[in-house]
């Protein structure tokens, strides 16, 4: 009987390739993208096409990686398959993308082939895995393929391998191809794109930052899964690390796909990737605030109902971030990257928390802020405040912050009165108004923001949250 093999296949280099030179125009970054989730679902169903292999022993694809489980005899062809991959990937992608794999008998427990097997990632890091210098040297760099073929395959029904392009992933012309969507075999992928108003192309993220309320700003919504990888080493066997690796993977497709194409997302919001435990999307900041929060209700629920089972919190809680623009112009891949390193201050403060508007919160103080928001959009839509009030409260809270401890508190005097009466100054009505109604809701409303019992002002990051997300929502 045949010695079974596993063979596990990961890109190195991403943010590299993401950020190289030519792809600071948000089309040349949205097809790398694209073409990234593609390559990692493509290629190990290619390799297993051409060893005449079946599809079921693929275990595992897609985040940039994938595993699959070989017969012994198929070693050698699976390895120059890889290779002649690798060295193309190298070369569109101006040698900064890199795919390493690495090969271990199915042998022992699973805990102890699978840190074979990440042993001998770790060590493939380090090493360029028979690319020779002058095959460079011979070949021209063309335009990276990912960077032209965005549109297409945006538009694609399907995506496809062929021996002439084995590092791309090609529309047309390909020798092995599958299902994009409409299909049960479909790639396992969110594809979501929001259109213009003439559904003739997608829409740019300004385009998009447009169509929020409030004020015209986009942004980008970046999601990760807390301590997965923790997880997934407590798998006990191979088939629930499979099992582990598909069932988050299914989650994030899925699920993005279906809640951007529902009403309130579907104009507002285009899916960048989704990853087996992480997920960025783009466009009107509003969309996304209420994005992540749906989402984050539909990770809940996944967690109870299929992970009850396994011990500890490893895995079961989603942290997420968003960054803004700071003009409707900027680049995405610099926005991308302000989420990317707000969701790691957000992951090394806590777990299941956002970054939001500037403070990090736990998912129980999110409808804290939400209820706030809604308040203090009523003192300008209901109650005749002027927008700009808003505004103003954000520069008192910044300045109180800066200003501001118990111990200063106590030697200069300042006490919270003194700011509940400039609060009350710039919540002022600017017409005539059922006074005592007014006068009750604006003290409900100071007292949430800063709480009732305390010696010196401090604001509560819900209240923090709460200001800029409704000085958002009122400002055109």
Same mark, same amino acid.
């Given at each position: ?66 595993? !699959?489980?070989? #017969? %012994?005899?198929?070693?050698? /062809? +699976?390895?120059?398959? *890889? @290779?002649? &991959? ?52 011979? !070949?021209?760099? #063309? %335009?990276?393929?990912?960077? /032209? +073929?965005?549109?297409? *395959? @945006?538009? &694609? ?320």
């Amino acid at each position: 009987m045949s010695i079974q093999i596993f063979l596990q296949g990961k890109l190195l280099g991403v943010a590299d390739f993401l950020r190289a030179p030519g792809a600071d125009a948000d089309d040349a970054f949205l097809g790398r993208a694209q073409y990234l989730s593609l390559l990692s679902e493509t290629l190990p169903r290619a390799l297993l096409a051409e060893l005449g292999l079946a599809q079921i022993l693929l275990g595992s694809s897609g985040g940039g990686q994938f595993l !699959v489980v070989l #017969p %012994e005899e198929s070693r050698e /062809a +699976a390895e120059a398959f *890889l @290779q002649s &991959a690798a060295n193309e990937i190298l070369r569109i992608s101006s040698q900064t993308l890199h795919l390493v794999w690495a090969v271990t008998e199915n042998l022992g427990d699973w805990s102890d082939v699978r840190k074979r097997l990440s042993d001998k990632v770790q060590r493939s890091r380090s090493i360029e895995r028979g690319v020779d210098a002058a095959f460079f040297a011979s !070949v021209p760099t #063309p %335009e990276t393929p990912a960077d /032209a +073929a965005f549109k297409e *395959l @945006q538009a &694609a029904n399907s995506a496809g391998w062929s021996p002439d392009s084995p590092g791309q992933v090609v529309t047309t012309g390909a020798k092995h191809s599958w299902a994009l969507s409409g299909s049960v075999d479909a790639l396992p992928m969110a594809r979501h794109t929001a259109p213009t108003d003439d559904v003739q192309r997608a829409a740019t993220p300004a385009e998009l930052g447009s169509r929020a309320t409030g004020q015209a700003t986009w942004g980008v919504l970046r999601g990760d899964v807390d301590n997965f990888g923790i997880r997934l080493r407590r798998a006990q066997s191979i088939e629930e690390h499979i099992r582990l690796s598909v069932m988050y993977k299914q989650f994030f497709a899925g699920e993005l796909e279906v809640q951007c194409s529902q009403p309130e997302f579907w104009r507002k919001v285009t899916v960048l990737y989704s990853g087996g435990d992480d997920f960025a999307v783009f466009g009107a900041w509003d969309s996304l605030i209420l994005l992540a929060a749906e989402l984050r209700r539909l990770f809940v629920r996944f967690a109870e109902g299929n992970l009850a089972e396994f011990p500890g919190a490893e895995g079961k809680t989603l942290t997420m971030a968003l960054a803004l623009a700071d003009s409707p112009d900027a680049h995405l891949a610099d926005v991308y990257e302000e989420a990317g390193r707000r969701l790691e201050l957000a992951k090394s403060e806590d777990k299941d928390c956002v970054w939001l508007l500037g403070r990090t919160l736990e998912w129980k103080q999110f409808g804290d802020a939400s209820s706030l928001k809604d308040s203090l959009t009523k003192m300008v839509t209901e109650w005749g405040c002027s927008p700009s009030a808003l505004r103003d409260l954000c520069s008192i809270y910044r300045e109180s912050q800066q200003r501001m401890s118990r111990r200063q508190a106590r030697k200069i005097g300042e006490r919270p009165w003194r700011y509940h009466r400039r609060i009350q100054r710039v919540l002022s009505p600017a017409a005539e108004t059922r006074e005592r109604e007014f006068q009750k809701a604006r003290a409900a409303l100071i007292a949430d923001l800063i709480g009732r019992s305390g010696g010196y002002l401090k604001l509560r990051p819900s209240g923090r949250v709460a200001l800029e997300w409704a000085r958002l929502s009122t400002e055109v």
